[in-house]
């Protein structure tokens, strides 16, 4: 439904123009009338119309004074101007106010009814635009946690993600050269246990709100997934002064305790902050944040508050955890293991005695390889497996629980890539078969499987133990076979018909095949 306010001093016209309008725009226009410039402003302000049907020349405020009063405050009104062919000058300054209809007096109904009808077109196609708008916006909105998610995962998994963090950043329209981690974490009544009971009726998802926007009310900040009960997030910005940052962060920490508290006081929180990094280096603000969150068990801690005893612990293999993800995206176990034994080696020795640090190492381990499985099958996986790591308590049986894992992994994998494999060459044989009579070659096959020539090459041969031409040509030949059998057609037509453009060639090529000439083929079947 749209509004139209017709204004004009004569009655005799508004009540020409109502007519119309009932008659043909019963359903689609709601119509009001002012009978002064005065009064159409004083009714665009009540009636808020989608259309006013404007009389230039009226006494007092003429139609182009109230015109220009009423786009102050309200711009996207569309005016048709009604004026007689010596008011053209008004005209003239009507269309320098962006009016873009002009009817002239007395009004045809013909051109009234098209004028509207071009109108209201124009503003259905701008009303399913501005829809159209705020549904991507709102599903914008919706994607940002899962977009910043990425973005957590791609900075701590370090260097070799560079340019998918990269990537990330420019989505996001983050600026800032770098920034720092904190890491957030939850427990009841000083059992874990607790905690995940309440995330198992349903609470996670509330808690998980709660938090982000306490966050994104406090500062400029991406925040991670809740994993079970801790929680990632970058806060970004460019402090040159170290003291200064190191201040602020406190201040956000201090204020995020404090507003969870007031949702409930059965919360214990600590929260652990690392030092300012570039975005290229943050995953050891990541390192430093995961350091500092439990110094003493308790509070919140920033890095550089730290007394020289924790700075013994080394710095952790990341490179090992890249080659170990790559191992994994090989399907190559044995690269796998030798890769994840270096970093439980330095889990074990750095922290030995602090077997919940380390288990919360292994367990991130864990989840960044399951990113892996989900970016090569977007399989969602099971996570209850990361409550039952958590349930454990030596380090020995977090290795085995950590090695099935990797093994579960690789085999999905595996399976993945063998499917993607054999569709491939699914698809090709499919395409060869239904097109083996047109001008066909490997490069244009490629192309259809989306893969390129020379792996396609290569694939082909592993899984059909023939190459691509020895393929094509048995599938030609078959069918000359068939052809010479069932049908009348000649060598010269045969050929054609398989794909053949000179009948000398077919000839050499099925003498070559079957060691018979097509003649002599064609002869033993006519004996039979």
């Not at 500092?292 to 509070?299: E, P, R």
């Not at 969602?380 to 093994?407: G, P």
């Amino acid at each position: 439904m749209f509004k139209l306010l017709i204004v004009d001093d004569e009655k005799i016209v508004i009540d020409a123009v109502s007519f119309i309008i009932n008659k043909e725009f019963k359903e689609i226009i709601e119509a009001v009338s002012a009978k002064s410039g005065r009064e159409a402003i004083e009714k665009c302000q009540s009636f808020n119309p989608d259309i006013v049907l404007m009389d230039i020349r009226m006494p007092g405020i003429n139609g182009i004074d109230a015109i220009n009063e009423i786009k102050k405050t309200q711009s996207n009104i569309v005016f048709i101007i009604v004026s007689a062919y010596e008011q053209f000058e008004y005209a003239k300054e009507a269309i320098g106010l962006g009016v873009n209809d002009y009817i002239l007096k007395p009004i045809i109904k013909n051109n009234l009814v098209d004028t509207l009808e071009n109108i209201i077109k124009r503003l259905n196609r701008e009303r399913e635009k501005r829809q159209l708008d705020l549904q991507n916006i709102e599903n914008y909105q919706s994607l940002i946690p899962f977009v910043e998610h990425g973005f957590i995962y791609s900075i701590l998994l370090g260097e070799s993600y560079a340019a998918k963090a990269a990537k990330y950043k420019e989505i996001l329209g983050i600026s800032e050269p770098g920034g720092y981690i904190m890491i957030l974490e939850s427990s009841i009544n000083e059992t874990q246990a607790d905690f995940n009971e309440m995330l198992e009726q349903g609470d996670e998802h509330r808690y998980y709100k709660m938090i982000r926007d306490t966050f994104k009310y406090k500062c400029k900040c991406l925040v991670g997934t809740l994993m079970i009960n801790r929680m990632v997030v970058f806060i970004s910005g460019n402090y040159t002064k170290e003291y200064e940052g190191r201040v602020k962060a406190y201040d956000i920490a201090t204020y995020v305790v404090d507003k969870l508290k007031d949702y409930s006081n059965e919360f214990k929180l600590s929260i652990g902050i690392g030092s300012y990094k570039s975005i290229k280096n943050i995953s050891s603000s990541y390192e430093e944040a995961l350091r500092a969150l439990h110094y003493k068990d308790k509070g919140i801690t920033h890095i550089k508050d730290i007394t020289v005893d924790v700075e013994n612990i080394t710095e952790y293999p990341k490179d090992q955890e890249n080659r170990l993800i790559e191992m994994i995206m090989n399907t190559d176990e044995q690269g796998a293991f030798d890769a994840f034994n270096k970093i439980y080696i330095w889990v074990y020795k750095n922290y030995k005695n602090l077997h919940k640090d380390g288990k919360w190492k292994l367990m991130e381990l864990m989840l960044n390889i399951d990113r892996v499985l989900f970016d090569f099958t977007s399989k969602d996986e099971d996570k209850n497996y990361f409550f039952n790591m958590n349930n454990i308590e030596d380090y020995f049986t977090l290795e085995s629980l950590c090695r099935k894992r990797i093994i579960h992994v690789i085999k999905n994998i595996g399976e993945f890539q063998k499917k993607k494999i054999n569709r491939v060459i699914l698809n090709a044989k499919l395409y060869i078969d239904e097109n083996f009579s047109d001008e066909i070659t490997l490069e244009g096959v490629s192309k259809v499987v989306c893969v390129s020539p020379q792996y396609f090459s290569r694939l082909f041969k592993e899984e059909t133990c023939q190459n691509f031409i020895e393929y094509l040509t048995k599938v030609r030949i078959d069918r000359a076979k068939q052809l010479m059998k069932s049908s009348s057609l000649s060598i010269k037509e045969i050929c054609f018909k398989t794909g053949y453009t000179d009948p000398n060639y077919f000839s050499h090529i099925f003498k070559k095949t079957e060691k018979l000439t097509p003649s002599e083929y064609i002869k033993n079947c006519n004996k039979g």
